[in-house]
């Protein structure tokens, strides 16, 4: 049994070899010959077994012989390894997901204006979360976001943004910052076409001295024309309690207006991010002198700007890993 695994592997480039390999196994004194002599010594009621065991041997040998040869004569012929004519095998290529080619292109726009990436746990504690940006326990806006704790203990949950990255940020690094921090974050919400307990984020923050909310706008706009293609903007008041002032970001999104081909359906006004000028107690928490510096952030959803580029009707279909709806990002980025 040991020889017919040998004789299965055996592979040369020599047609010498393969004849060597022929007088081993099967020549006048070789090993086959050699079993076949012992067969009288067998034992009656081995002798089945021991049979059909060196006659594979031999079929596994003849056949190893006849492959060599059709491969190395192959060579020789055609002066190639194998036939050169016959069909490929099919590669199945896979396609990246929405989600990632639309992280990507927000990441590459950043990226062309200085911003590096930063990322952090999914699993939070309360302080990154919300005490250290401005959310003391109690505060009333701890309601805007549905947040999951984990088991039993309420200092312990999953993210419900990505600022908490932007905080773990500040208390890594010293100003000038420019970071921006893709990531899933989770949210206990009723799953519908238009939202799911979880979904992806990119925040950003900059942080300097003299950094002003003329930046902020202009870093936008310039972010929406780069993504949207021509587009324009509106910021509406809002709040957070991690930025003051803070404004939620509108793209217009349709026909009539100098937009391009990338925003398709004429649905007006779509909110797309918040954002604001950080609040001063936001760098305090973080070990950042807020009379030295000042800095801007910004939160979008990386879901809804997939659903609105690629004409994506339900969320759900951004999770549910069927293959129908996938394989169409295969001539995306
Ligand atoms: N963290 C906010 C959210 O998840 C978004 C945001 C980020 C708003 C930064 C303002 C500044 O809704």
């Known amino acids: 049994k040991e020889r017919i695994a040998e004789a299965k592997s055996f592979t ?10 022929r007088i081993k196994y099967l020549g006048k004194k070789g090993l086959f010959n050699e079993f076949f002599a012992e067969f009288k010594n067998i034992p009656n009621e081995q002798k089945k077994e021991f049979g059909q065991t060196i006659n594979k041997l031999k079929a596994v040998v003849q056949e190893r012989i006849d492959a060599l040869k059709t491969d190395l004569e192959t060579v020789e012929e055609k002066g190639v390894y194998g036939d050169l004519t016959r069909p490929g095998d099919i590669v199945s290529l896979g396609s990246r997901h929405p989600i990632s080619i639309v992280k990507n292109q927000i990441i590459d726009i950043f990226a062309r204006i200085g911003f590096n990436v930063s990322e952090g746990p999914e699993i939070e504690d309360d302080w990154h979360n919300f005490t250290a940006l401005n959310l003391p326990e109690y505060h009333p806006a701890r309601d805007m976001q549905d947040t999951f704790f984990i088991q039993t203990d309420p200092d312990i949950l999953l993210r419900t943004h990505t600022s ?3 905080v773990r940020y500040m208390e890594a690094n010293k100003p000038p910052i420019r970071t921006i921090s893709p990531g899933r974050v989770f949210r206990n919400e009723a799953i519908s076409a238009r939202s ?29 024309t780069e993504m949207f293609g021509k587009s324009k903007i509106r910021l509406r008041p809002s709040y957070f309690p991690f930025t003051e002032p803070s404004a939620e970001v509108d793209v217009y999104w349709g026909l009539e207006t100098e937009t391009d081909y990338r925003m398709t359906k004429g649905t007006g006004w ?7 000028m950080v609040d001063p107690n936001v760098l305090t928490n973080c070990g950042i002198d807020p009379k030295e510096y000042s800095g801007f952030a910004f939160g979008m959803g990386i879901d809804r700007i997939a659903l609105l580029l690629h004409q ?18 295969k001539s995306a980025l």
């Open 312 to 329: 994506i009707s339900d969320i759900r279909l951004l999770s549910e890993n069927d293959l129908r709806f996938l394989e169409q990002f």
């Open 164 to 166: 908490s990255v932007q």
């Open 12 to 21: 040369t480039n020599s047609l010498d070899e393969v004849e060597a390999f």
């Open 270 to 276: 779509l909110e797309i991010m918040g954002c604001g």
């Open 196 to 224: 799911h307990c979880f979904f992806h984020q990119v925040e950003g923050l900059y942080i300097d001295k003299d950094v002003s909310f003329a930046d902020l706008k202009q870093t936008l706009q310039h972010f929406t």
